[in-house]
């Protein structure tokens, strides 16, 4: 298990991952680079000399300061997305591309997604906010300037 360790070592140096710019703990991207490959939570902790539980906590806190990046990166883009589309609880999913391409036209920025794309990107990007088709709890639809849809729930 230790030349598991040494090769998840040389990937974190390989893909520059640094701890001290990073908002994960070595520790936590060393785990959550072994249960990647696939490896258990208990192979890990006998291999890092430490119990099940530990590791379950170290993965744990990594996946929520993971999430909590991709939150801020989320917020940073929806700040200076040209585009800032509102769409209020009851919407029907169908009308969503309509808002979006209006709002777009008039910001004079280019969407790549078809409608039924643009649909799926909404829908996957707001899980429980969508019902079937009806959105069930208002959400910022963002286009940033080269295209890229965002989607946010509205707080």
Do not use: W
């Not at 030349?3 to 040389?10: F, G, M, R, S």
């Not at 409608?115 to 069930?136: C, F, H, Q, T």
């Amino acid at each position: 298990m230790v030349a598991v360790i040494d090769e998840v070592e040389e990937l974190l140096e390989e893909i520059g991952f640094d701890a001290e710019t990073s908002v994960l703990t070595r520790r936590q991207a060393q785990v959550l680079a072994l249960r990647e490959r696939g490896t258990s939570q208990a192979d890990i902790a006998d291999a890092l000399g430490t119990s099940r539980a530990n590791v379950s906590s170290i993965e744990s806190s990594g996946r929520e300061n993971l999430e909590k990046a991709r939150e801020t990166v989320a917020f940073a883009e929806a700040l200076r997305a040209p585009v800032r589309v509102r769409v209020p609880e009851g919407t029907d999913l169908y009308d969503v591309p309509q808002l979006v391409y209006e709002a777009c036209d008039e910001k004079g920025v280019k969407v790549d997604h078809t409608a039924p794309d643009l649909m799926k990107v909404v829908s996957d990007a707001a899980g429980a906010a969508v019902s079937g088709r009806e959105i069930s709890t208002p959400l910022i639809v963002g286009v940033t300037a080269d295209g890229t849809v965002r989607v946010r729930h509205q707080q």
